[in-house]
């Protein structure tokens, strides 16, 4: 008896010490195509018709600013609350715009989300009503 008890002890450190599983983790979603940007901006439209959705087209990660394109930019304010997703429509992102050109819309964006990463080129963001 005193020599199975011994062997538990010892071994208890043993079998408590294995190292942790860590979850998997998701692919990387593929930027998203012309054609994918047109079907999900079309989803979202369907739902709230004044949803605009761009991709992002250049990504400045020390400032964390993203330029997002391909959006009618006189839809846009400054201060406008928007979200990124990936083409996998995960959300990857929130932002605020900050700035307004001719023909594109730039965001200071945060990571958030279960997906939570900085967006790249060919995510995509989302505007909705608020």
Do not use: W
Request: proline share 6%.
């Amino acid at each position: 008896m005193r020599r199975l008890l011994l062997t538990a002890i010892i071994a208890l450190p043993i079998v408590g010490c294995q190292p942790k599983q860590m979850p998997a983790t998701q692919p990387i979603a593929e930027p998203a195509t012309a054609e994918m940007t047109t079907g999900i901006r079309e989803a979202y439209q369907q739902k709230d018709p004044s949803a605009v959705v761009g991709r992002v087209i250049a990504v400045l990660s020390e400032q964390s600013l993203a330029a997002v394109g391909d959006v009618p930019v006189d839809k846009f304010k400054d201060g406008d609350v928007v979200t990124f997703i990936d083409s996998n429509q995960a959300i990857i992102a929130v932002g605020t715009v900050v700035n307004i050109t001719a023909d594109a819309v730039h965001v200071k964006y945060t990571a958030q989300g279960e997906m939570a990463r900085a967006p790249r080129e060919g995510d995509l963001m989302v505007k909705t009503q608020s």
